[in-house]
């Protein structure tokens, strides 16, 4: 994997998959804690909605700096991961994290769209991440009882 994403900048590649470990601490403190699963679920899910925000935000980011040019279909879909992250908090068990799952495999599927053809260490950047979020989510949906 990290020869997969040696073009990606350093603080990016550090910074990036440093942001996983809230998606995994919670299934980890799950099987060598007594912190309650329903804390460490919330916790995650919680988290999972900030991160669909900033998903979000790079594409509204794109258009304030110019590189794309605006339009409603590019500001529009920069509000919709924030939405169903919204969503996703306001859920609870497996609805939650059903949603927020879903969230993260829609919001890769328009990334790699979107980049397609440019900016290719942060395409790869976000399926490693994106993988990983939602892998995280779906242990949490099968291993952990919610």
């Given amino acids: 994997m990290i020869a997969f994403l040696r073009q990606v900048p350093s603080p990016q590649r550090v910074l990036g998959l440093a942001g996983l470990l809230p998606f995994w601490l919670p299934i980890l403190l799950a099987i060598n804690t007594d912190i309650p699963v329903t804390s460490l679920l919330t916790a995650q899910k919680l988290y999972a909605a900030v991160i669909l925000s900033f998903l979000g935000g790079v594409h509204w980011g794109m258009t304030v700096a110019g590189g794309r040019p605006s339009s409603w279909t590019r500001v529009g879909w920069s509000v919709t991961p924030p939405l169903i ?62």
């Fill in 85 to 146: 992250g919204w969503i996703g908090a306001l859920l609870s068990g497996a609805q939650a994290i059903t949603v927020l799952a879903l969230g993260f495999a829609l919001a890769a599927a328009v990334d790699l769209n979107v980049f397609y053809g440019q900016a290719l260490w942060y395409r790869r950047l976000r399926m490693v991440l994106s993988a990983g979020a939602i892998g995280a989510l779906l242990f949490s949906l099968v291993a952990m009882p919610l």
